[in-house]
């Protein structure tokens, strides 16, 4: 067993926020998948506190190396989220990480508060990849915003909190060390990167939502040398993801620095890939850190 945040794990593989859904997942496969669940906690897709429909179609763009997704947030809001989601997620086998994501102090808030009040929740993620309205700055992408939303949410609930950061900045160790500073109690990295996908035909944005976001193989590089810019200096334990299918890929995170991988874009391919990893990652010889 692992203690991630006082958190039991059988394994440190769980799935990126957004990329796997595991209601349809066992509509599709049944309990089977609650027998063999792939991942040792889920992350929920990420929820905002109203109703979103999502960005129009298309909404994904197939590189040679990875995937551009424009998805644009579609969730039922908290509401829905709690009355209708939660309930089935809590069947789920692993404990569980809602991720959260507001464009304002207040809409964290209700987030975090309505959601931390809920003891079938184990832990909080909050995606900062999105503006402050009021500021007008991402806030994953300045450290002072993510310092003093953290010291605001802080507060507000006894759960951990996780921090999900862009890879879209310059240095993502700032935007660590100061969310760290300010109460967070995990930093998992990266996001997706800013990504263009043009139809072939007109040349036109194909995406719906205009740009999108590159996940998959393409990023892992970049992702191994964030995770070990950002463990190499956080205290608190690291969440890695980018690009990672198979278990040398996991153990490379570990050995830079990282408490935990999770799975995304691998899990589109194949639904059975957190346990794979999980068992080529058991298989794989310690690796040193740095
Ligand atoms: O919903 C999305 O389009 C989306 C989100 Br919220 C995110 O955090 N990362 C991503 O690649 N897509």
């Known amino acids: 067993m692992i203690d991630f945040c006082g958190i039991e794990l059988r394994h440190p593989v769980i799935n990126g926020s957004g990329t796997f859904d595991a209601l349809a997942a066992r509509r599709a496969f049944g309990d089977s998948l ?70 304002s102090h207040d809409q964290f808030a209700l987030l975090v508060e309505g959601v931390g ?3 079938e929740v184990a832990a ?21 915003e993510a310092r003093s939303l953290l010291e605001t949410m802080r507060p507000l609930t006894e759960k951990p909190l996780l921090v999900k950061l862009t890879p879209n900045v310059a240095d993502p160790v700032p935007v660590a060390e100061a969310a760290a500073e300010g109460g967070a109690d995990s930093i998992s990295l990266i996001n997706t990167l800013r990504a263009s996908a043009l139809a072939p035909e007109t040349g036109e944005p194909w995406l719906g939502g205009g740009t999108g976001g590159l996940s998959g193989p393409a990023v892992r590089a970049v992702a191994l040398a964030q995770v ?13 993801m980018g690009g990672i299918s198979n278990g040398r890929h996991a153990a490379e995170m570990i050995g830079a620095g990282a408490s935990l991988v999770a799975v995304g874009t691998e899990s589109f391919r194949d639904p059975a890939a957190g346990s794979r990893i999980a068992e080529e990652l058991a298989r794989e010889p310690a690796r040193i850190s740095g």
């Open 228 to 240: 070990n810019a950002v463990a190499s200096t956080v205290s608190v334990p690291v969440v890695a």
């Open 117 to 119: 009040r809920r003891e």
């Open 124 to 144: 909080i993620e909050l995606n900062v990849s999105c503006p402050n309205v009021k500021s007008g700055l991402i806030v994953g992408e300045s450290p002072d």
């Open 34 to 103: 609650l027998d063999e669940f792939p991942f040792s906690a889920f992350v929920s897709k990420t929820i905002t506190p109203e109703p979103r429909a999502g960005n129009p179609p298309p909404r994904l763009w197939e590189t040679p190396s990875g995937l551009i997704n424009s998805i644009g947030l579609p969730n039922k809001g908290l509401d829905g989220f709690l009355a209708d989601d939660l309930p089935q997620l809590a069947e789920l086998p692993v404990p569980l990480i809602v991720s959260v994501m507001g464009t």
